[in-house]
C-alpha cells in the first residue's frame, strides 16, 4: 500500500507563486514516475508535470516556462514550484505515483483570484 499527502495549496492573486509538495510512502521502488494532476470545476482531470525518478520531466503546454517539477529521491517527495499563476490555474491539485497502479494523493486546492 502506497500514501500520497500533498500541501502547499492556498489562494494566491493572479502573478503570484505557490509550491505544493507530495509525500510518498510505503512500499515503493526506488525507479518510478511522480507528477501533478490538477481538476477544475466542470473539466476532467488533466496531467500538468510529470518527473522520472531519474530526473526526465513532462510539462503540459498550459503550464511550461512557470511550473516547475522536482523531487527528492531519497525522500520519495515531488514538489511543484508555480509562478506567474493565472485564474486558470484554479484547481484542485493531485500528486500522482506510477507504479504497478497509480497511486493518488487527496488533493489540494489552488485558488488564484484578485
Known amino acids: 500500500q502506497v500514501q500520497l499527502v500533498e500541501s502547499g495549496g492556498g489562494l494566491v492573486q493572479p502573478g503570484g507563486s505557490l509550491r505544493l509538495s507530495c509525500a510518498a510512502s510505503g512500499s515503493i521502488f526506488s525507479i518510478n514516475v511522480m507528477g501533478w494532476y490538477r481538476q477544475a470545476p466542470g473539466k476532467e482531470r488533466e496531467s500538468v508535470a510529470l518527473i522520472h525518478s531519474g530526473g526526465t520531466t513532462y510539462y503540459a503546454d498550459s503550464v511550461k516556462g512557470r511550473f516547475t517539477i522536482s523531487r527528492d529521491n531519497a525522500k520519495n517527495t515531488v514538489y511543484l514550484q508555480m509562478n506567474s499563476l493565472e485564474p486558470e490555474d484554479t484547481a484542485v491539485y493531485y500528486c500522482?505515483?506510477?507504479?504497478?497502479?497509480?497511486?493518488w494523493g487527496q488533493g489540494t486546492q489552488v485558488t488564484v483570484s484578485s
Open positions: 500522482n505515483l506510477m507504479a504497478t497502479r497509480p497511486y
